[in-house]
């Protein structure tokens, strides 16, 4: 009698939970467009890093959550540089989910624009601004999810964490460094969601969903050539110009080995299911010894960022040498931007590049970590299969694909202390990645409405009580 009651009871419980949630379906039309109007208003408030200013955006986000009767803060490491942070509470069954996003922006050459970089214009279905995709988007999108839940009154089994952060876009020291040095308690969580991938879409139709679970270390190196100075009239074997420009050139040319993980091993077998034939064949063919040099050109000649994501990458930047045209100088200096992948062998790496230059005369400085190495996020987690179902129910048809970053996101700072944490983002097509950082940077606004919708079914899934 007892096991029937109890039956009765978790069947009662399970249909009331689903009840609650079918009853407080959002109007998610409604939502994309408070979300856009929020963005706009973002857009609007400059927080080009340097300087950030966020905290004036941080206090407009402070005045909607108010309104609402959601109790906020905002903490700055510095004057000017504020974070801020809400808390939905839930019943403490579970760890909280942290909804996350960057409130600077990078700066903008105006002159360069078609329309005014910060006034949020909406033309043709886009809108126009920077941090439109990088990553107001981000933020107002985990803002509106973070209302929606609260406005539903959805059970929870777990808190929700809203975070606004500064200082993303020029290193975290005011902003998540600063945060889970002196204030990890405000933020502590099992899973994050944050900026990083992106829902791509090709042709009208969402080819697939990613999910950054990992992504590639940020390291710098330096390459010194030196020799001797003297007159331009008399040219030296030994000229530091020259001797640097040939290393260049051959780390230039050189491509590092491939190497898979469990990450990139698994996006591009999903991959290959969705491509053409000609491009499926590339993805499931990376490892063939018959065919492997040429799917590996085929793949650099014409896709720079799958490239990036099958080896550590190296890409000279910037070159220094010299002073006056007839002066041959006494040494010259270049800056490699190597992008490490999680497990590279930093020393056998080193190794490999003295070969590869292969000259005395050019010295190599140690590698210099950005962001701490950490392990990947599991794609076998219950945030990562609640990704998976949401985007199941909202864009059928598609796939969801784990992706390793080749840049760099305040993420690494989370999985550092423990935490899982992944990347998402709105609908994208290839032409809105290009403007990234970049001109006439947009977002479209039916992008954004599906990411809140898409977003709201993730958060639910994996916070609601059962």
Known sequence: MKKFLLAIAVVSGLLLSSSLLAQGTPDFRVAREEAVQNLQAMIRIDTSNPPGNESKLAEYLKAILD??????????????????IARIKGNGRKKPLLLMGHSDTVGVEKEKWTVDAFAGLIKDGFVYGRGALDDKSGVAGMLQVFLMVHRQKIPLDRDIIFLAEAGEEAGGGVGIEFLVE????????????????????????????????????????????????????????????????????????????????????TFFERLAK???????????????????????????RTNVYYNSMLRTSISPNIIKGGFRFNVIPAEAEATLDIRALPDENVEAFLAELRRVIDDPAVELSPLQSLWPATPPSSIHSDM????????????????????????????????AKGVQAYGIGPIVTDDDVARM???????????????VEFLYGAAVEVSASR
């Open 437 to 451: 950082h970049g001109n006439d940077e947009r977002l479209s606004v039916e992008g954004l409405g599906r990411f």
């Open 274 to 300: 969705i491509s053409p034939p000609a491009e499926a064949f590339l993805y499931t063919h990376l490892e063939d010894p018959a065919v492997g040099k040429m799917v590996e050109e085929t793949i650099r």
């Open 182 to 265: 002196k204030h990890w308690p405000k933020i502590e969580c099992e899973f994050a969601l944050n900026e990083g991938a992106e829902i791509y879409a090709r042709d009208g139709k969402v080819q697939y969903v990613g999910v950054a679970t990992t992504e590639k270390l940020v390291r710098t190196m330096r390459l010194v050539a030196r020799g001797t100075s003297g007159h331009g009239s008399m040219p030296r074997v030994d000229n530091p110009i020259v001797h640097l420009a040939a290393a260049v050139a051959k780390l230039g040319n050189y491509q590092p080995r491939l190497r898979l993980n469990e990450t990139t091993r």
């Open 384 to 415: 990562f299969r609640a990704l998976e179902k949401a985007q199941a129910q909202v864009f059928a048809g598609a796939v969801t694909l784990p992706v390793m970053l080749t840049g760099a996101t305040d993420s690494a700072s989370l999985r």
């Open 67 to 84: 309104k609402e009767g959601i109790a906020s803060e905002i903490i700055a490491a510095e004057p000017g540089r504020g974070n801020l």
